[in-house]
């Protein structure tokens, strides 16, 4: 997968609205540039993922590849979330609710 091609899923997942998206750098941190924050956000936090062991260091540029230790926590967590995704969902939806009688 290229780097280019995860923001959008990425921030459509996280539920990054548009006005996050398009965040400058220079608005966010007040400073580095007119490059997307949200994209910088995404590089800094790809590169703790490499520190960690999950990505692969020497992947091609542009490159994102699991080890197999990125493997076995992408199966742990996705286990958890299937898990728990539909009573989060629910509490989530309820607490929403509360706040929009309040």
């Not at 290229?2 to 608005?27: F, Q």
Request: hydrophobic share 35%.
């Amino acid at each position: 997968m290229r780097c280019s091609d995860i923001y959008e899923p990425l921030a459509d997942v996280l539920g990054v609205d548009e006005h996050d998206r398009r965040l400058t750098c220079d608005e966010y941190y007040g400073q580095y540039g007119a490059g997307s924050a949200f994209e910088n956000i995404v590089r800094l936090a790809r590169e703790d993922l490499v520190k960690e062991g999950f990505l692969e260091r020497h992947a091609p540029r542009g490159i994102w590849r699991l080890t197999p230790r990125g493997v076995e926590i992408a199966r742990v967590l996705d286990r958890i979330f299937r898990d728990i995704g539909v009573p989060l969902k629910q509490l989530i939806e309820r607490n929403a609710r509360k706040r929009a009688v309040q």
